[in-house]
Each structure stands twice: as C-alpha cells, then as structure tokens.
C-alpha cells in the first residue's frame, strides 16, 4: 500500500498561484498513474487531474484545464498540482490519489489516498 503525503496548501487572493506536492512511500511510485481531487464543504469530492505513468500525458477537469498543470518526478516519488489564475470556487481541501487505470477520473478507481491539503481562496 502506498502512503501518499500532501503540502502546500495555504490562503490565497484570487488570481494568484499555489503550488501542490505529494510525496508518496512505500511502493512502486512509477507504476501508478497519479490523480488529484478536491473537495469543498458541502460538496462532494470531484477530479481535478491526473497523470500517466511516466508523466507524457495529462488529463484534467474542464474546470481547471487552462489554469492547473499536473506533473511528476518519478525519481522523487513526487506528483505536483500547480495552480494559476485561482478562483474562489477553487476553495476545497485538495487529496492525491493512485490508481492503475489511466483515464480513470471516478473516486472509486483510485486505491491509495492522502490526508489532503487545504486550499483556500479569497476573493
């Protein structure tokens, strides 16, 4: 089972950027296509991105496509979210997640989750 450890969280005005990481341990980070969720008080939880197993090809909600870029270094077990032009509705505590399906964006693929980071942002 992979631990998966986010950060980078914080408060922010609208229009600025933040920078998400999650460090994963104990498996085989690379063979893990690596996604990203949020979810809001209230709401329920929802897909924000998703990366291949080598990281080529990245996939995203069209709610942030435009704004948010997925990343990662295999060599330091580390998936990045960084997040551009940020709105209010951006607000939410944001998990990392594995799955071994690529394309996959339902909650219920994804196997391992972290403890989540919260984002907060004021307009």
């Known amino acids: 089972q992979v631990q998966l450890v986010e950060s980078g969280g914080g408060l922010v005005q609208a229009g600025g950027s933040l920078r998400l990481s999650c460090a994963a341990s104990?498996?085989?980070?690379?063979?893990?296509?690596m996604g990203w969720f949020r979810q809001a008080p209230g709401k329920e939880r929802e897909f924000v991105a998703a990366?291949?197993?080598?990281?080529?090809?990245?996939y995203y909600a069209d709610s942030v496509k435009g704004r948010f870029t997925i990343s990662r270094d295999n060599a330091k077990n580390t998936v990045y979210l960084q997040m551009n032009s940020l709105k209010p509705e951006d607000t939410a505590v944001y998990y990392c997640?594995?799955?071994?399906?690529?394309?996959?964006?339902?909650?219920?693929?994804?196997?391992?989750w972290g403890q989540g980071t919260q984002v907060t942002v004021s307009s």
């Open positions: 997640a594995t799955t071994e399906r690529f394309g996959a964006t339902m909650g219920a693929a994804f196997g391992s």
């Open positions: 104990g498996g085989t980070f690379s063979r893990y296509v």
């Open positions: 990366i291949s197993w080598n990281g080529v090809s990245p």
